[in-house]
Structure formats: C-alpha cells, structure tokens
C-alpha cells in the first residue's frame, strides 16, 4: 500500500507558474514510476509526464519544454511537477500517479495508485 499526499495547486494568471508536489508513504521501495496526469471538464485523463526510478522522463508534447518532472527518491519520496508558462488550456485537476513493482523478480506485476487530485486553474 502507498498513500499519496498532494499540494501545490491553485489559481494562476496566464503565463505564471506552479509547482506541484506528491509525497508517497508506505511500501516506497517498491515505487517504480511516478507521474502525472491531468483531467479537464468534459474531457479524458490524460497523460502529463511521468519519470522513472532511474530518472527517465517522458512529457506529453504539449507539456515539453513548459513542464519539468522530478523525484527524491532517497529523502521524501516526493514528485515535483515544475509547470511554467502556464496557460489557460493547462486548467485541470492534477492527478498524481505512482506504480508499484511488485512480485518475485520473475514475474513482477505493476499495481497503480492514485493521489486525491489538485485543482489548477489558469485564468485568462
């Protein structure tokens, strides 16, 4: 089991920036993944950038070179979404993500956890 505590949200004018945090708790040496996703009204979850334990990130196209995905794996076991050049179509709730690895190392499965959400909104 791993709990996900989310903070950092809010209301930012176009153009500003936010930082968003996740810190796991719980079975945190099994964390493989990290992420976020994001969820706008009347519209999908979709992906926003996830790293891996060994640093490796992917970002959705919208999101590069705006966005910066981070972890401390060795103190907090914390995610950090750095989210500049914000933009009114950002406006979302932000979901944080965490997979777990678990099973003999044979025959490892993965098990997601979801954080509560954290309301960005980008005004115009």
């Known amino acids: 089991q791993v709990q996900l505590v989310e903070s950092g949200g809010g209301l930012v004018h176009s153009g500003g920036s936010l930082r968003l945090s996740c810190a796991a708790s719980?079975?945190?040496?099994?964390?493989?993944?990290m992420g976020w996703y994001r969820e706008a009204p009347g519209k999908e979850r979709e992906l926003v950038a996830t790293?891996?334990?060994?640093?490796?990130?992917?970002y959705a196209d919208s999101m590069k070179g705006r966005f910066t995905i981070s972890r401390d794996n060795y103190n907090t076991n914390t995610v950090y979404l750095q989210m500049n050049s914000l933009k009114p179509e950002d406006t979302a709730v932000y979901y944080c993500?965490?997979?777990?690895?678990?099973?003999?190392?044979?025959?490892?499965?993965?098990?997601?956890?979801w954080g509560q959400g954290t309301q960005v909104t980008v005004s115009s």
């Open positions: 719980g079975k945190t040496r099994s964390i493989n993944t």
């Open positions: 790293i891996t334990s060994r640093d490796t990130t992917i």
């Open positions: 993500n965490v997979v777990l690895r678990l099973g003999p190392i044979e025959r490892t499965f993965d098990v997601d956890y």
